[in-house]
Nanobody, 116 residues
């Protein structure tokens, strides 16, 4: 049974940092690309960042380049999203996913709220 469990969200002031984690189980994690998406209030879900199976290649949405970093630890079956210089427009539910695993699997999401 595939499971993706996000954690690390919360309330943060603008300019602050958070690190999201996503622990995977039920599949061979090291073989799959992983992604982080987000969906803000009244917005469509958007791709935030992606990382290849070995971690050698990453990609980011223009809106987060230079501020967010995706990484993974294949020994721990975990993918991370380090978010720095947070802005109010980063407020969203953040989801991790394995889009190329079967028909795609996604976690339940973790809420990130950036507000003073």
């Amino acid at each position: 049974q595939v499971e993706l469990v996000e954690s690390g969200g919360g309330l943060m002031q603008p300019g602050g940092s958070l690190r999201l984690s996503c622990e995977a189980s039920g599949f061979t994690f090291r073989k799959y690309r992983m992604e982080w998406y987000r969906q803000g209030p009244g917005k469509e879900r958007e791709l935030v960042a992606g990382i290849t199976s070995t971690g050698g290649i990453t990609n980011y949405a223009d809106s987060v380049k230079g501020r967010f970093t995706i990484s993974r630890d294949n020994a721990k079956n975990t993918v991370y999203l380090q978010m720095n210089s947070l802005k109010p427009e980063d407020t969203a539910v953040y989801y991790c996913g394995a889009p190329y695993l079967s028909t795609g699997y996604w976690g339940q999401g973790t809420q990130v709220t950036v507000s003073s």
